[in-house]
Nanobody, 122 residues
Framework: QVSLVESGGGSVQTGNSLRLSCAAS????????MGWFRQAPGKDREFVAT????????DYSDFARGRFTISRNNERNTAYLQMDSLKPEDSAVYYC???????????????WGQGTQVTVSS
């Protein structure tokens, strides 16, 4: 059974940092691309970042580039999203996803976690 479990969310003030983790089980993590998405209340799900199975390539949304860093540790079957310089507009539920190829389109991913809440206050 494939499982992706996010953790590390919480409530922080503007300018602070959070590191989200996504622990994977039941899939070939070392051959899966990973992605991070987020969804705020009343808004559509949006792409945040993605990374190839071997960490050879990453991609970011415009709002994330320069502030967020996606990474992974295949030995630990875990993907990460380091979020720095957080802004109130970053508040959302953050989801990790696994798929064959890195992509910015959610429908191209096969598995999803349950999400972790990030709240940034001014």
């Amino acid at each position: 059974q494939v499982s992706l479990v996010e953790s590390g969310g919480g409530s922080v003030q503007t300018g602070n940092s959070l590191r989200l983790s996504c622990a994977a089980s039941g899939l070939t993590f070392t051959k899966s691309a990973m992605g991070w998405f987020r969804q705020a209340p009343g808004k559509d799900r949006e792409f945040v970042a993605t990374i190839t199975w071997d960490s050879s390539w990453t991609d970011y949304s415009d709002f994330a580039r320069g502030r967020f860093t996606i990474s992974r540790n295949n030995e630990r079957n875990t993907a990460y999203l380091q979020m720095d310089s957080l802004k109130p507009e970053d508040s959302a539920v953050y989801y990790c996803a696994a798929g064959v190829l890195p992509a910015s389109t959610g429908r191209l991913y096969d598995y999803w976690g349950q999400g972790t809440q990030v709240t940034v206050s001014s």
